[in-house]
């Protein structure tokens, strides 16, 4: 789930121009580094939760990757 905080209008505007297939990539990468600093921090008594900073980083892998 999303963590409280997370602002949906400003990540729609940080994806703008993105294809769908952009903001699948930019949600699945999102997820997989909140897993990973889940298990990195030994969170298991807690709730897995995708914050902000995940998507931010995910969308800035994206824009590397895609050379911009």
């Given amino acids: 789930p999303l963590a409280d905080g997370v602002d949906l ?3 729609a505007q940080s994806t703008d ?3 769908g297939s952009d903001l699948a990539a930019a949600c699945q990468e999102a997820s997989l ?10 969170h298991a ?7 902000e900073s995940h998507f931010d980083q995910a969308i800035r ?5 895609k050379g911009g």
């Fill in 9 to 11: 209008r400003s990540l």
């Fill in 33 to 42: 580094a909140a897993i990973r600093e889940f298990i990195a921090e030994g």
């Fill in 61 to 65: 892998q994206l824009r590397v990757q």
């Fill in 17 to 19: 121009g993105f294809t």
């Fill in 45 to 51: 008594d807690s709730l897995l939760q995708i914050s």
